[in-house]
Each structure stands twice: as structure tokens, then as C-alpha cells.
């Protein structure tokens, strides 16, 4: 069982930048991505980013390209989201996310691990 803790949520005006963190309960060297979802009042969660723990590539959502990089802590179960240029409609409670399976398509059913959340305002 791994537990996952996300930090760095807050409210930030259009423009603006925030740095979100998670960290998972214990190392290991199973765990094979790990990933942003978000989600708005009345809306999907969708997938923000992922990470490939190993190969170390990422994948996006088109929305966020170009503004959002996710990345990792060297040698730790610890993945960060950098948000730049934060739009209204980036708002949401963002969690973050892994799986010790092989695939990830960024679908929130491609994970089994859980974060409670981290909630992120943009205001204008």
C-alpha cells in the first residue's frame, strides 16, 4: 500500500505560477509512473501529466502544454508539477496519482494509487 501526499496547492491570480509536490509513503522501485490528475466542480478528472519512472518520459494534456512540466526527485518516489502561466480555467483540486503497471495513457483508471488532493484557485 503506498500513500501518497500532494503539498503546494493555493490560490494564485491569471498569469501567475504555483509548484505542486507528492510524495509517496515509501520508496520503491516498483512503482512505474506517476501522475497529475485534476478535477473541477461538476466536471470528469482528467489527466494532467505523467511520468514514466524509469525511461523518464512524460505525456501531457493538450491544455497544459507548454505552460505545465512535470519531474521528479532523483533516486525518490517524490514527482513535481510546475504550473506557469495559470489560467481561471486551471482551476481544481489536483491529485496526484501512481501505478506499478507497465502502461499509462494518463486515464484515471490506469492508476491505483491515490493522493487526497491539493486544491489550486486562479483568480483574475
Known amino acids: 500500500q503506498v500513500l501518497l501526499v500532494e503539498y503546494g496547492g493555493g490560490s494564485v491570480q491569471a498569469g501567475g505560477s504555483l509548484r505542486l509536490s507528492c510524495v509517496a509513503s515509501?520508496?520503491?522501485?516498483?512503482?512505474?509512473?506517476m501522475a497529475w490528475f485534476r478535477q473541477a466542480p461538476g466536471k470528469e478528472r482528467e489527466g494532467v501529466a505523467h511520468?514514466?519512472?524509469?525511461?523518464?518520459?512524460?505525456q501531457y494534456a493538450d491544455s497544459v502544454k507548454g505552460r505545465f512540466t512535470i519531474s521528479r526527485e532523483n533516486g525518490q518516489n517524490t514527482i513535481y508539477l510546475q504550473m506557469n502561466n495559470l489560467k481561471l480555467e486551471d482551476t481544481a483540486m489536483y491529485y496526484c496519482a501512481c501505478t506499478y503497471n507497465d502502461y499509462s495513457a494518463l486515464r484515471a483508471t490506469d492508476f491505483e494509487y491515490w493522493g487526497q488532493g491539493t486544491q489550486v484557485t486562479v483568480s483574475s
Open positions: 511520468l514514466d519512472m524509469y525511461g523518464f518520459s512524460t
Open positions: 515509501q520508496y520503491s522501485l516498483s512503482i512505474k509512473f
